[in-house]
C-alpha cells in the first residue's frame, strides 16, 4: 500500500506547475432551468407550438414566454435558432 502512495507522490512531483487538468474544465456545466425553458419556447415557435408545458404564470413559462415572443420578434427564427 505504502508503494502505491509514493508513485503517486512521485507523479506528483513530476507534473509541471504549469499542467492544467482538463477533466474537470470539460464536464458539463450546471444546467439553468430557465435558460432550457427559453430555448424551448423559441423552438415552439419555429415548429409552431403555441402552449407552454409549464404552470401558468410560473418562472419557467415566463422564461418559455420570453423565448416565444424573441422569436417571433425575430427576422430568422430558424436561422437564429439555439
Do not use: C, N
Not at 26 to 45: F, S
Amino acid at each position: 500500500m505504502s508503494g502505491i502512495k509514493t508513485r503517486a507522490g512521485q507523479a506528483r512531483q513530476l507534473r509541471s506547475p504549469r499542467t492544467v487538468r482538463l477533466l474537470p474544465l470539460l464536464k458539463p456545466g450546471r444546467v439553468d432551468p430557465e435558460w432550457e425553458a427559453e430555448k424551448a419556447g423559441w423552438r415552439a415557435y419555429v415548429f409552431g407550438h403555441t402552449a407552454s408545458g409549464f404552470r401558468v404564470g410560473s418562472r419557467l413559462d415566463r422564461a418559455w414566454r420570453r423565448g416565444y415572443e424573441a422569436a417571433e420578434r425575430s427576422t430568422d427564427a430558424v436561422a437564429l435558432m439555439l
